[in-house]
């Protein structure tokens, strides 16, 4: 095994242990989240395996650096406890949950069992920040421009329901 | 490759972690006692010698080793014990990415003296110190206690908001330099510019070639002065020293995170702001102020100098001694200013705190980004 497979394997156990400590913390939220954090940073270093390094670096700088942490800040300011979350009804999600991992499962065997194609070459760049500037500046400008607008349109009501609340 | 690796990173660390931050902790001292007009610490000693309160360092490492370190009843232990190694690592990690010395070349061999030097450079340290956060959160969420809780929640809230503004804050620096690449940025400083070219290139009016020896080094701080001051407030207010305290909170919060912390563990995270210091100056250094680089004296003219007297080879071996000596000159100067500041500015008050961020450090970096760029597109870029 080469060291960036050894990386790999490290990586992708991280965050399937993580993801999984996720899933079995669901009464303890903050516990959940901060699996989820290590869960989002391993994905990140799978992604620097794979010369993405831009999505890397993006990875961690919103989803770990900011958007948990909001999440924590929220559990935080409600300050919810395990015995908060009372069981409801749960056939319903079982159910679903027995199909989604059958369904995955099926999947999963289905991609080891085929042949593996050979690892494409990237070109030079790739992943980097130069060539996404410019294809989102030239080729998706008017994409970026109307997502940069629904973005302003979330913080405007944002701040209207804030204010509401505080007059 | 790897060893050249495994060298500088022992280098860096044993150089900032093992002496500088230790150090930094007797500054402090010294110089609040200085402004203060007190004579600080001068009372550990060994046979009677004090060296000038120097031996301090050594007795608190040693006193907090030797405390016991208490977990409070009702905490999450596992977080509780784990939060301040989530806050210390990242800061020592973020030393990777800043040079400590230029590019030189050995015959065909080339010496780059800086850890790594990825193409996201400078990303790679936000995207780190963002991770910080969640040691002081956990800190103040495992603590089990209320004051700990309001401190965890002050710091998320605090360092969230300052990570927005000191991105948008270095935005004119990558465009200035072209580049995230913190060792790109540094050999793009290590050189001069015309004090007046700027009549040249915005309104065509020749420079007279006798104003020509009137030369500023081409330093991020010229180019970028609004720049300089939101970047230096921003990540001071990320480090969450006072004047940006509020997660600590003295006279509100007792201690705010850290309050449950005892021995080694609250040290830690005494520790990680004062390596946080050295990265502050050291990043501020190489964006800002040049890096490695010596003003007005570029590697080339050492190189070509003193290279043609005593040969390429002790010229180059000259320029990494001076270089790694200038760097870290402009670290020590930077940290004398944060500690100079921190002991200089009353503290702010938490709303001050969030209004100075969104309310005027981050309208002002979208105006410097505006009027860089405008800038540019009439000059064209300085390099």
Redesign the interface.
């Known amino acids: 095994m080469t060291a960036l497979q050894v990386l790999f394997y490290a990586f992708a156990a991280l965050a399937l242990v993580s993801a999984l400590g996720m899933l079995f913390n669901v009464r303890n939220a903050v516990a959940a989240a901060m699996s989820l954090v290590v869960t989002m940073v391993s994905l990140a270093g799978i992604y620097v395996l794979l010369e993405a390094h831009l999505v890397a670096a993006i990875q961690i700088i919103v989803y770990a650096g900011a958007i948990v942490v909001l999440f924590l800040f929220v559990v935080m300011l409600l300050n919810l406890r395990a015995d908060e979350f009372a069981p409801g009804r749960q056939w319903p999600t079982k159910t679903a949950a027995l199909l989604l991992v059958v369904a995955a499962g099926a999947h999963l065997v289905r991609i080891v069992s085929a042949e593996l194609p050979e690892p494409a070459v990237p070109p030079a760049g790739f992943g980097g920040y130069a060539l996404l500037g410019i294809a989102l500046y030239t080729d998706y400008v008017l994409l970026v421009e109307m997502a940069s607008l629904l973005l302003l349109a979330a913080i405007v009501g944002a701040v209207i329901l804030a204010k509401r609340k505080l007059d | 490759m790897p060893v050249e690796v495994v060298v500088k990173t022992v280098f860096i660390i044993l150089v900032i972690v093992g002496a500088l931050a230790p150090v930094i902790t007797w500054v402090e001292r010294k110089q609040s006692a200085v402004m203060q007009d007190r004579i600080g610490a001068n009372r550990a000693d060994v046979a009677g010698i004090t060296l000038l309160g120097l031996l301090h360092p050594a007795a608190d490492v040693l006193k907090l080793l030797s405390k016991e370190d208490v977990v409070p009843l009702g905490a999450?232990r596992f977080?509780h014990l784990i939060s301040p190694l989530i806050a210390a690592v990242p800061a020592i990690v973020a030393f990777g990415v800043i040079p400590f010395g230029g590019v030189y070349h050995f015959g065909d061999t080339t010496l780059s003296l800086v850890v790594a030097n990825?193409?996201?450079g400078l990303?790679?340290i936000?995207?780190?110190?963002?991770?910080a956060?969640?040691g002081v959160?956990?800190a103040?969420?495992s603590s089990n206690n209320n004051w700990s809780?309001l401190g965890?929640?002050r710091a998320?809230?605090q360092?969230?908001s300052y990570?927005v503004t000191m991105g948008l804050a270095v935005v004119g620096v990558f465009m200035v330099f072209q580049t995230?690449k913190l060792q790109d940025m540094a050999v793009a400083q290590d050189t001069t510019f015309r004090l007046l070219g700027f009549l040249d290139r915005l309104f065509g009016i020749p420079v007279p070639a006798w104003l020509d020896w009137l030369r500023l080094p081409a330093w991020g701080i010229f180019y970028q002065p609004l720049g300089f001051l939101m970047f230096l407030t921003a990540i001071m207010a990320e480090n969450k020293r006072p004047p940006f305290d509020t997660p600590e909170g003295e006279s509100e919060i007792i201690a705010g995170f850290h309050l449950e912390y005892s021995g080694m563990r609250f040290g830690l995270f005494y520790m990680s702001e004062f390596i946080e210091v050295v990265v502050i100056a050291g990043l501020v250094a190489t964006m800002f102020l040049g890096g490695w680089a010596i003003p007005w004296l570029s590697t080339a003219t050492i190189i070509g100098g003193v290279g043609s007297v005593f040969g390429t080879g002790f010229a180059t071996g000259l320029c990494i001694l001076l270089h790694f000596l200038t760097f870290m000159l402009k670290v020590v100067v930077l940290i004398w200013l944060q500690m100079a500041l921190r002991w200089t500015l009353p503290r702010f008050r938490y709303d001050q705190v969030m209004d100075l961020c969104w309310k005027i450090l981050l309208p002002l970096s979208l105006a410097n980004i505006f009027v860089t760029a405008l800038v540019m597109l009439i000059a064209g870029s300085p390099s």
């Open positions: 999450n977080m990825p193409d996201w990303l790679y936000f995207a780190i110190g963002s991770l956060t969640y959160v956990m103040g969420w809780l965890g929640m998320s809230a360092m969230i990570e995230l």
